[in-house]
């Protein structure tokens, strides 16, 4: 295959560089803005992907990200390829404090208290994926099926997650678009100015070998 890797990387590589990658995440920030100006799209409609991309990591759809971002740019009518480039807001590094924001306005708006009486945060994350194998399971088993811990996974972690991350979502992703969008729009006269300024030098320089 053209596109293969010549050397495959092994596990814990893999693992490191999600969450550090190569060259670091200043220098994947870099290139992820380099991308964003050089899109062939006006300001306007990329700033409304990016706003689409930031907001979509306060849901918790993980793993549909970059669906979730494309269909929000769509209804908006921004630039999908800016959306899901800005899924990259939510990374190992920032979704500890986007998850933190999230549960905690979504508990506060539900009106939700922790009384600890289903374990922690990481105990209902591995009862639901437990519910998830055994009942996957017992369709081939014929054994009987019990939805209790994803139910209670539901209510007090995903619901209060996707409600609590709406405010602050909106918020931070408004932010990112009104700074985006008048540094994509200078960005993009200076690129015109540059490109007219240079075929203006072809021109004349075109115009003095006609006139040897």
């Not at 009518?77 to 190992?92: E, M, Y």
Request: aromatic letters at 14%; glycine letters at 10%.
């Amino acid at each position: 295959m053209v596109f293969k890797r010549r050397d495959r990387r092994p596990i814990w590589k893999i693992v490191l560089e999600f969450f550090w990658p190569r060259g670091g995440w200043g220098r994947a920030a870099r290139y992820v803005k380099h991308r964003l100006h050089r899109l062939p799209d006006p300001p306007h409609r990329i700033a409304r992907g990016i706003f689409a991309g930031v907001f979509t990591t306060f849901t918790p759809f993980y793993g549909l990200h970059f669906l979730t971002a494309a269909l929000i740019s769509w209804a908006m009518r921004g630039n999908f390829l800016a959306a899901i480039l800005s899924t990259f807001f939510g990374n190992p590094l920032t979704y500890v404090p986007i998850g933190v924001a999230s549960m905690t306005t979504g508990t506060w708006l539900l009106g939700l208290e922790n009384t600890g009486e289903h374990g922690g945060l990481a105990h209902k994350f591995v009862k639901a994926g437990e519910d998830l194998w055994d009942n996957l399971v017992a369709l081939f088993n014929g054994s009987d099926v019990d939805w209790t811990d994803l139910l209670i996974f539901y209510d007090e972690v995903f619901y209060p997650y996707m409600i609590g991350g709406i405010i602050p979502g909106l918020i931070t992703a408004t932010v990112c678009y009104y700074i985006s969008l008048p540094l994509i729009t200078a960005y993009q006269n200076r690129r015109k100015g540059a490109l007219k300024a240079r075929l203006a030098a072809l021109r004349k320089k075109k115009a003095d070998n006609s006139a040897k």
